[in-house]
Nanobody, 127 residues
Framework: QVQLVESGGGLVQAGDSLRLSCVAS????????MGWFRQTPGKEREFVAG???????????GYADFAKGRFTISRDNAANTVYLQMNSLKPEDTAVYYC?????????????????WGQGTQVTVSS
């Protein structure tokens, strides 16, 4: 049984940083893509960042436009953990953040490309 457990959310002020963590269990972690999504009440869950499973040349990653230059996704395969470093946070980044794992090596950017999800961690950014 695949399980994903997020942590690291909290209440911060605009301009602050947070690092979210997601620990995975129940499958071979390094082979599969991981992603971060976020959701606010009344809105659809949206893609934040994704990172591929290990290729022969390493990993690839990608970001939503709002995350480029501020957020960084990384993975520690030895620790079965994926991270989302968030810098220069803005009030509009307030959301529940979810990590997810895909059945593919390349990272999808749509919700349907992921088959297991964590329970989410709340990030609140005050102005």
């Amino acid at each position: 049984q695949v399980q994903l457990v997020e942590s690291g959310g909290g209440l911060v002020q605009a301009g602050d940083s947070l690092r979210l963590s997601c620990v995975a269990s129940g499958r071979t972690f390094s082979s599969f893509a991981m992603g971060w999504f976020r959701q606010t009440p009344g809105k659809e869950r949206e893609f934040v960042a994704g990172i591929s499973g290990i290729w022969w040349s390493g990993t690839t990653s990608g970001y939503a436009d709002f995350a480029k230059g501020r957020f960084t996704i990384s993975r520690d395969n030895a620790a079965n953990t994926v991270y989302l470093q968030m810098n220069s946070l803005k009030p509009e980044d307030t959301a529940v953040y979810y990590c997810a794992t895909s059945a593919s090596r390349a990272f999808p950017t749509s919700i349907g490309g992921y088959n297991y999800w964590g329970q989410g961690t709340q990030v609140t950014v005050s102005s």
